[in-house]
């Protein structure tokens, strides 16, 4: 019912995720980034604390796969979810558990990966990933890229209802944080608030940074 996909920018320092489901508010359950550690994906049977837990693991001196493997023991029902993280540096770990739904899969690429359940077809990681890679510009826009594409090769069974794109970098939040909750084509309306977003994002992160200079 999930398909995401996790990267980072290493022009600008940023990690960032992308997701959509056919669940609503799915921004609120499966996204984590620091900018300055991890991002992380958490879904299928979501939960929400994988995400957080993961990324304190690593900033406390962790090797991912470690990290991501004592996350994951001290997990409730971890046969249920499903997980990707890429860190700073572009480790990259994923996990299946035995019980995630339908048909699942990931794929891995050039400082990204993707992970999906209840897919119309295996191909849909591999073609956000390839979509990621060709995409140009800042990491926001390369993400949405992937959810297009991964929606235009099947994306998931159901239908879709709600997308996320959260990106980091080195500052105290997000640099990106958009979300739509509940929409009938939450893609369509993501790719709208994100073409806003670009018209205002410098502003704002200025009023916070630097208030007298706007």
């Known amino acids: 019912m999930t398909f995401s996909l996790v990267a980072r920018c290493t022009t600008r320092g940023h990690l960032g995720m992308a997701v959509t489901t056919s669940s609503v508010a799915v921004g609120g359950r499966s996204a984590a980034v620091d900018g300055k550690v991890a991002a992380v994906a ?96 800042a990491l926001e826009h390369r993400l949405l890229a992937a959810l297009k594409a991964g929606d235009a090769a099947g994306g998931e069974l159901k239908p879709l209802r709600s997308a996320a794109i959260r990106v980091a970098g080195a500052e105290p939040f997000p640099w990106c944080d958009l979300r739509v909750d509940a929409a009938e084509n939450p893609i369509a309306v993501l790719d709208a608030l994100l073409a806003e977003w670009d018209g205002v994002a410098s502003t704002v992160h200025r009023w916070a940074l630097d208030p007298g200079s706007v």
């Open 42 to 137: 958490t879904q299928n049977r979501t939960d929400p604390s994988i995400g957080p837990r993961l990324i304190a693991a690593l900033a406390g001196g962790a090797t991912p796969q470690a990290a991501l493997d004592a996350v994951m023991a001290d997990t409730v029902f971890p046969e249920w979810r499903q997980v990707a993280a890429i860190t700073a540096d572009g480790a990259i770990v994923t996990f299946h558990g035995a019980k995630c739904s339908g048909i699942h899969a990931e794929a891995r690429g050039v400082d990204c990966a993707a992970v999906g359940n209840i897919l119309a077809n295996t191909e849909v990681p591999a073609a956000m990933v390839a979509a990621f890679e060709r995409a140009d510009g």
